[in-house]
């Protein structure tokens, strides 16, 4: 079974420069997460879709930060415009399901690292 | 807002020793604790979970204990071995909110 698959895995930007990222889950995951982690912190939910309708934004700095998951299948991340503690991996999961129980099957890419000059 | 902390980021134990890591939170509403491994230059992976009726769950030689009344729960690796040696971070969270400790770092000597 393939993984979560995500790309680009490294990228360094300048600030004010605009940057996307992509993720795509494990077939037949209705759950998509997108995580920020900042070197020395543990990783932040930034949003989570349930297909393709979010279930939770709270945490996604809506200013410049937006994300979109049109078909319910793969998503994109953009930061527009970068700024310098944008700097941070940037994980993308799946699940099958969502709630609680759900976090026991989510499954990690390997991450974008976001490098902002 | 850190409500769930890992205060040490390091730990070193020797090979068939026993690993404690553990985690504090603050939210008394969070009903659902997890830990997750973490290698580098790859994503989490998901290791135990624990609810919040229960005190205990155990999985082969990881454990994970639960206290309720000090909002702390700490995971157990018995005996420890060299290949678990990865950053290990604790969750805790309701529903779809969940949150992640900053990480213990933790090497395994042979």
């Known amino acids: 079974e393939a993984g979560v698959a995500q790309s680009p895995r490294y990228k360094i930007i300048e600030k004010r420069q605009s940057v996307a990222f992509w993720c795509n889950p494990i077939?037949?995951?209705?759950?998509l997460y997108w995580y920020q982690q900042i070197l020395g912190q543990g990783p932040k939910l930034l949003i989570q879709?349930?297909?393709?309708?979010?279930?939770?934004d709270s945490q996604l700095p809506k200013d410049r930060f937006s994300a979109e998951r049109l078909k319910g299948v793969d998503s994109t991340l953009k930061i527009q415009p970068a700024k310098l503690e944008d700097s941070a991996v940037y994980l993308c999961?799946?699940?099958?399901?969502?709630?609680?129980?759900?976090?026991?099957?989510?499954?990690f890419g390997p991450g974008t690292r976001l490098t902002v000059l | 807002d850190q409500q769930v902390k890992q205060n040490s980021p390091s730990l070193s134990v020797q090979e068939g020793r026993i690993s404690i890591l553990n985690c504090d939170y603050t939210?008394?509403?969070?009903?659902?604790f997890l830990w997750y491994k973490k290698y580098p230059a790859e994503g989490p992976t998901f290791l135990i979970s624990?609810?919040?009726?229960?005190d205990k769950n155990e999985d082969g030689r990881f454990t994970v204990f639960l206290n309720k009344s000090a909002k702390h729960l700490s995971l157990h690796i018995v005996p420890s071995q060299p290949g678990d040696s990865a950053v290990y971070f604790c969750?805790?969270?309701?529903?779809?909110?969940?949150?992640f400790g900053a990480g213990t770092r933790l090497t395994v000597k042979p």
């Open positions: 999961a799946s699940s099958l399901g969502t709630g609680t129980a759900s976090y026991n099957e989510q499954f």
């Open positions: 077939s037949g995951h209705a759950t």
């Open positions: 879709f349930q297909n393709n309708g979010v279930v939770d």
């Open positions: 939210n008394s509403m969070f009903d659902y």
């Open positions: 624990i609810s919040s009726i229960k």
């Open positions: 969750a805790a969270g309701s529903n779809n909110d969940m949150r």
